[in-house]
């Protein structure tokens, strides 16, 4: 066939569309077209526009929140050159809000923001901000429908808008297991063709009040006492976390306490398992369905009894730990990309809890370099894993409200717990829970699963390879 000359084809209309790329990128592609009409390349046009606009789960106006002093502090740079463009093309107006202070953007979204002309929030930062999000949306979704978040027992009502994450945080691990890439360009993308992952949330409360929500990381002892040494390096930037990561691994202290637990028994997938939550995942949507049809009987026992038993459906463990962790996720990123719990879902009802018992420093290296590697990180005789709807730990010792006080202000108490404390010669009795990335001020805690309680412009990791175009390309 000979080649006609594009003057030949004086019409014109190009179609932009997302294109996969290597290890879970997604980039914006476009193809135009030439025609000899202008009626016909209108009418195309218009057809186009009209299906696009008649996809319901694609976002028309979005409020977007941009933490400016994230990761290394590239969140506005990011979004200006490499979502606002994207979200111009696809038709997607937009109200951005620069943060001011921290928990600027939960307090917005709580109490100001007019969230019924909007189809989204979006976040442009790390996890932390990602928390904001998740702690403005959930209490605004509670308050408005008269929910107390104090009560652990409550059922919470889940949450209608969908939350964008543009990673530019330090860990980026929420973005990290939904969507396989820490890639602004990819989450937008993600966000424009109005995708949707549900996500469980873990609610955290001591003495019947409401402490913080959870998403990814609850860990007590190691990853506690990173987070509360890192916190004082934010300086450094991203780095603190190695730095407070060797630091505290040498220090190797263990911490005392009851952990007891409520075993998911009636679901689909165990800890072990070699299989992973990816997009479109059957275990989260059976287990979502088995939750929403029976909610799962709570049973109070007193836990406090020997070194592990069953009680009214409870286990009851009691020991020395280096850490105590909750994965609620993966939570794979790029330090990890297995992550803490290869084998958890995103959206299935339940947290997987690890306990790593006293050992020697070099285990506790074995242990930690797994995360790393293909070995199996629970197969260790220290390791255990369950998989659990709800569970609550206790420290040995006491917290005295002078020592609350302290930690409330940043500050460690070694006397007092020297004192308390006769098997130890400088370990204090108390770390701090890390949950996901805060510090809370109690160890004592109970932890609540809420399935699905929230929902990400996501769809989760995709199976690779993925070097082909999606099957039906989607024009942006
Ligand atoms: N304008 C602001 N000034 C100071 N702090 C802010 C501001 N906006 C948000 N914050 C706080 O900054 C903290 C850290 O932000 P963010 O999560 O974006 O980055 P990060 O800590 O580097 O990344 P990650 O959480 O992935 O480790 C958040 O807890 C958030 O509450
Ligand atoms: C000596 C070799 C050690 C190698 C160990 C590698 C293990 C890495 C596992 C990483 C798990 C990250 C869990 C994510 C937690 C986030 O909610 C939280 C907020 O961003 N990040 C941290 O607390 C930051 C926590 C950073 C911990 C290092
Ligand atoms: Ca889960």
New binding site residues.
Partial sequence: MPQKSTEAYPYAFTVSYVERAWQHRWRCSDVTFHCLEGALCQQWVQTIREQLTALTSRPKHLLVYI?????KQQGERIYEQKVAPLFTLASISTDVIV???????RDHLRTEAELKQYDGVVCV?????F??MVHGLVSRTQRDNGVDQNSPEEKLVPCTLRIGIIP?????CICYATVGINDPVTSALHIIVGDAQPMDVCSVHHNNTFLRYSVSLLGYGFYGDVLADSERKRWMG?ARYDFSGFKTFLTHHYYEGTVSFLPATDILGTPRDKTRCRAGCFICQHNGQLYSEDAPEICETDPDVSDSEYKGGWRVIRGKFLAINAASMSCACPRSPKGLSPAAHLADGTTDLILVRKCSRFNFLRHLLRHTSKYDQFDMTFVEVHRVRRFRFTPRYCQSDSELDLRENGKRLFSQICRDHPACSCSPAYSSWNCD??ILPHAAIEVGVHCQLIKLFARGIEEQPVFEDLPNPCAV
Wanted: avoid cysteine; glycine fraction near 26%.
């Fill in positions: 933490n400016p002093y994230g990761g943060t001011e202070h921290a928990n600027h953007a930062g790390g996890d932390g901000m928390s904001e530019a945080g330090s860990t980026d991203p990335g805060e």
